[in-house]
Every structure is written in C-alpha cells, then in structure tokens.
C-alpha cells in the first residue's frame, strides 16, 4: 500500500518543483506544526461550540415550548429571540475565524509555502482581488 | 431542499391567479439572457480544468454567490415560505439548519479540500488511500447524492407549472419536465462549469433582490413593526400557536425525535454536498475558497431572514386556508403573496425566478455527476489513470447527456410521487456517507483505506435501507407505497442512526485494519491541505 500513484493529486504545475520536496520533514518543523496547531487549536472548539449551541437550540424548540413561548416584548418570544441568535452566532463566528485566519493562518501557510516552491515556485497570487472582507 | 415541498400530486381545481403568459415571457427572457452568457463563457472551455471548473478564475464572491444559487432551491424559497405562513415557528426552525451548517464547511472543509483536491471530492478522499476502492466508493456516494436531489427537482419542476403556468395536464407537465431537461443539458454541454456558475450567479441574484424587495414592501405594510406583522399572521391564523415552536414537529414523540434527526442530517450534510464540494475548485486558492463560503453564509443568512417575513407576511395577508386550497398547496405561500403586493408581474418575476431556480440547481448537479463519474470513474478507475484530460471530457460530455436523459424521463415518471423525501436522503447519505470520511482523512492521521470503504458503503446502506423500512415508503396513506406497510423503523430521517454508525465504522474499520498507509503521503497531504504548496493553479488563457 505504501506505493500508491496518485495521477490527479499531484499537481501538473509545480510536481516537478515539488518532487524533491520531503513532506515527512516538513511535518516536523517548528513552523508547520505552529501552523497545524493554530488551525486546530482554532477550528476544533469552534466547532465543537456552534454544533453544541445549535442542538441546545434545537432540543430547546422541540421539548421546552413552554419556556421557548414565552413572550418578551409585544409578538416577540424567547424561541424567535434564539432563533435569531443562531443567525448571530453564525455571521460572529464566520467574522471571528476569516480575521483569525487572515492574522494567525495565511502569513505562516504563506511562509512556508515560499520555502516549499522556492524563488522560482509560482506562488498563488494570482485573484487575490475581490471577495469578502 | 424541498424536504417540506409539498409534491406534485397537488394539480387541483385550476384556480390559477396571474397571467401564464407573463411568467412564461419573463422565464424566457431568463432563458435567452442565460443562453447568450453561456454560449459566450463556453469560448474558453479546452482543458479539463475549464470544463469542470471553470478554469478555477471565479473570484470567492462570485463563487459565493453560484454556492447560495446552488443551496437556494426554488423548493426551499417556495417550501420555508410556505412552511412558514402554515406551520408559523417551526418553518423557521427548519430553515436554520441550513444556515448553520455551512460553519462546518468554512471551518473544517473548504480551504484544506481546495489546497488537496483537483475537480471531484474522491480526490480528496484517495489522496492517501488506495486510489480504487476509495475512489470507487466515494463516485459511488457521489451519484447516489446527485441522483436523490436531482430527481427531487425534476418531479417538483412539474408541481411548480401547475401552480405557477396553469399547466395541469400530465401531458403539458411533462413536456414542460422535457424543456427544462433539454435546456439544462445545453447549458452543461456547452457551459460546462463556468456557463453554469453563471446562470447560478443570476439567479440567485434575481432570487435574493426579489425576496429583499418583498421583505421591504411587507415590512412597510406593518410600518416596519416586525412584532405588529406577527401580532397580524396570529390574528389570521386565529391563534398565537404560529408564533410558538410545535405546531409541525411538536405534534408527537416520534415527530419531535424526527426532527433531531433531520437536524443533524442537515448540519453535517451540507459540507458534504458534492455539488457544493466541488464549487471550491472553481476558485484560484484556498483563501478564495474561504471567502466564497463567507460571502454565500452572508446570502444564505440574509435570505432566510426574509423567508422569515414573508413567511409571516403570507400567513397575515393571505391566510392558511388560502394558501393550503391554491393549486401548488404550500408552495403557493409566496407567489400568492407576490400577486398580493404586485399584481401580475410581480408574481410573474417571482415566478420565473423560481423556475429559473430548478433550471440552474439540476445543472450543477448535472455536472457534478458527469464530472465524477468522468474524472472517478472512467479516467482514474478504468483508464487507471491514463486517460488524456481530452477523452475524460469527452466522457463527461456524454455522460451529461445520459443524465440529462435519465432525469426527463425520471423526473416524467416521479410526476405525483411523493418524492420529497428524497431531499431529505440525499442529506442522511452525504451526512453519513461522505462526512466521516472527508472528516477523518484531513485530520486523523491514523486513517486507512478500510475504514474508509466501511464508513462510506455503511453510511450509505445505512441511510437508504433505513428509508426503505420507514414512514415514507409504506404504512400510511401518504406514503410512496400506501398499500403496502413493511416501516419497521419509525423515523423519517435516518441520520439519528446512520451518521454515528458511518463515524463508527470508519473508526472500526480503521484499527481493525493491521497494514496501515503510506506515512509519506500522509504528511504530504497534511502539509499540503493547511500551506496550500503545490495547491491547483487557476488556468490563464
């Protein structure tokens, strides 16, 4: 199993700028395993946090509809008050991960990635226009 | 997402409210608008890259919004309006999986699949697999997805000319299912990805201005008051129930347990949607990738906003019983209320939008299919890996059109079924059969080709053998087969029971599988996934 050719994983572009690279080394430096451990570190509870939050919520609206209709101001219950905060926490988080990323993620997964294709390595800069904040 | 759509057997009495020529005049416009950008995108479509991914030159707002074009289909604009203006709280319930889902794609899914894979998600998935078995089983999940969803929008495609064209007839309706096919199919021949982002990207910004523009006019009737426009969907409905959670899925035990589990088949399913999955190789780079899922949870966010109020807003100003007795049934909520606010052309926009809709999420789906079946299948399983990027195209042509095929006649066939189900399983089967998988193979390095074939083929067998002994197929009256009764499992939704048992056995199958992989290629894979080295470059022409 050790011998797999993988015909499409491997890039067309950069597999012979890449062939020489040792990823098993690469796995061990310093700076990957920085890098592993910030995105982990980050995406892991994040996750773990939202899905937690939606299924309270979901148990909430299915068995406590009691507490879940009561009313808070005019027409307004507490369901409808933590269904909007679904799309709250949601809009936050996705905010929260695109400016840790840009902060913490793209500078060391740039940096590496310029040791990793060299001088000559074509580093994707291209379209990096457009998009969301 | 029609999982609330009522289907097409509702062509009753033809109590049709508009002008059909109005709403065929405006979709025909859409259509020639579509065909001229198409034919104009198609120009550069050579390579591989182009045809499956448009050249990987969409930026992350475009792709963005192609993905909210994908993820809003006409079933789930006219179904959680619908659901809404009936079933009051429970309508919206059900629209926020779909929205929280998508942190599962942007956090753990989206950039690392880009920096790894090239067109199909089973390039991901046999990185560091054995290529066949996992790439057969990954195409095998693939197809089985697209089918499920495509045959749900073709059958519903017949449903929506009743209620929106005054077409009743089978025959009418079927050939109005063939239109829509043959249209699909020229678009994907000949646009290949980039003319169908592109009709994705008009469409769903028809759909969102519509619906915003709707929003706007329902909250100024209310004088921008959202708890007087509830206080007025409780008057009409005669009850304050519509404002409180239950009234869909609170009605039992068995309903509400139901409901968790169509919930977590809903927030661990999207990220695992092929046809959404391979929209993030249509963009440069993985921080391309990353802002297309930002922008498409900014749309998909905003617009369940506005089904919230127009879901109020049809339930104060039309009324259920309205709603329920028009032809399209629950479906009918939002043009009704479009021809409420409008008149004729309003609901002529809003109608042609949401045919526009089934048109452009059968073409992804067309193509997601043909793509897998072309790059998985034919090039890297019977060519093992030989096959020239010109001759895989070729295949993929051609397997467009035998699905283009498949779905018409299909889509025919499944006219008055009750196939809404079928949303609902594509969901369970890509929440258990790809999800572990995909999970397992970017961040737990101990994983093996036999966990993953258990986990995909369990996941999947689990999914849809458990839909087969439920309430859908049999023991009831609105059941696909009412005559019989063999719903020996009592839920709907199978993903309560076949998401763990997926997460399970690629787990099992992993320690109980003594020959491990290639560490080589897991460290190439992982350094690869979060650097983005050596990552598929965008094709310049």
């Known amino acids: 199993m050790a011998s797999n050719p993988t015909p499409d994983a491997g890039s067309a572009g950069s597999a012979a700028s890449l062939g020489a690279v040792d990823f098993q080394e690469v796995q061990q430096r310093p700076r990957f395993r920085e890098l592993r451990r910030r995105h982990r570190s980050f995406v892991f509870p994040m996750a773990a946090a939202f899905l937690l939050w939606y299924f309270l919520y979901v148990l909430l609206a299915d068995y406590a509809h009691g507490f879940m209709s009561t009313r808070i101001a005019g027409n307004i219950n507490i369901g409808l008050v933590f269904g909007l905060l679904q799309f709250v926490t949601t809009f936050v988080i996705t905010m929260w991960y695109v400016s840790y990323a840009n902060k913490k993620l793209d500078p060391v997964a740039a940096e590496l990635r310029a040791e990793l294709e060299g001088p000559a390595g074509t580093t994707s800069t291209t379209a990096e226009t457009g998009g969301a904040k | ?541």
């Open chain 2, 1 to 541: 997402m029609n999982i609330l759509t009522v289907p097409a057997t509702v062509t009753q009495a033809p109590t049709q409210v508009g002008e059909p020529w109005i709403n065929m005049g405006i979709f025909g416009l859409f259509v020639a608008i579509t065909l001229v950008i198409v034919l104009r995108a198609s120009k550069n479509n050579k390579t591989a890259a182009d045809y499956y991914a448009g050249g990987r030159s969409f930026t992350g707002g475009q792709n963005g919004t192609a993905i909210a074009g994908d993820y809003l289909s006409a079933a789930s604009f006219l179904g959680i309006v619908g659901a809404i203006a009936i079933n009051g709280y429970d309508g919206f319930l059900y629209s926020i999986g779909f929205l929280v889902a998508w942190l599962v794609a942007l956090l753990l899914v989206a950039e690392l699949l880009r920096n790894t894979g090239k067109f199909t998600m089973a390039d991901v998935l046999s990185f560091r697999l054995q290529q066949r078995p996992v790439r057969i089983a990954a195409a095998t999940t693939t197809l089985a997805v697209c089918f499920f969803y495509l045959l749900a929008q073709m059958a519903g495609a017949g449903g929506l000319v009743s209620l929106l064209l005054g077409i009743n007839d089978r025959l009418g309706q079927s050939l109005v299912i063939t239109v829509v096919g043959a249209l699909m199919i020229l678009y994907v021949l000949v646009g290949g990805m980039k003319g169908t982002t592109w009709v994705q990207i008009i469409k769903a910004c028809l759909l969102i201005a519509g619906a915003f523009v709707m929003t706007i006019w329902v909250l100024a009737i209310y004088g921008f008051n959202f708890s007087a426009l509830l206080g007025d969907a409780a008057a009409t409905a005669g009850t304050t129930d519509i404002l409180n959670p239950g009234l869909q899925y609170g009605v039992s035990e068995t309903s509400k347990l139901d409901f968790i589990s169509l919930a977590l088949a809903l927030v661990l399913g999207t990220a695992a949607l092929p046809h959404v999955l391979m929209r993030f190789y249509t963009v440069p780079t993985a921080k391309e990738a990353r802002r297309s899922v930002v922008w498409a949870i900014w749309l998909i966010g905003a617009f369940y906003l506005f089904t919230l109020v127009l879901g109020y807003g049809a339930g104060a100003l039309i009324g259920a019983d309205t709603i329920q007795a028009a032809p399209g049934g629950v479906n009918s909520a939002a043009p009704l209320l479009a021809f409420e606010l409008g008149g004729p052309l309003l609901l002529g926009l809003i109608s042609a939008v949401a045919f526009a809709t089934i048109l452009a999420v059968v073409a992804g789906l067309t193509i997601t299919a043909a793509a897998s079946f072309a790059h998985d299948i034919y090039a890297n399983v019977v060519r093992r890996g030989s096959a020239n990027p010109e001759s895989e195209v070729k295949v993929a042509r051609r397997t467009v059109l035998v699905i283009g095929v498949l779905s018409i006649l299909g889509g025919i066939g499944a006219q008055g079924q009750n196939v809404a189900f079928l949303v609902a399983l594509a969901f369970a089967v890509a929440a258990s059969a790809n999800l572990p998988t995909i999970i397992y193979s970017l961040f737990w390095k101990r994983f093996t080709t036999q966990g993953a074939v258990w986990s995909m083929y369990g996941g999947l067998a689990a999914a849809i053998i458990l839909i087969v002994f439920s309430p859908v197929m049999s023991g009831n009256e609105t059941a696909m087969i009412p005559g019989a009764d063999f719903a020996f499992f009592g839920l709907k939704n199978p993903g309560i029971v076949s998401i763990p048992l997926a997460f399970f056995l690629g787990w099992l199958g992993t320690v109980l599988d003594k020959t491990g992989e290639d560490p080589a290629k897991q460290a190439e894979m992982e350094v690869r996934s979060l650097t983005g080295v050596g990552a598929e470059k965008a094709v310049h022409h």
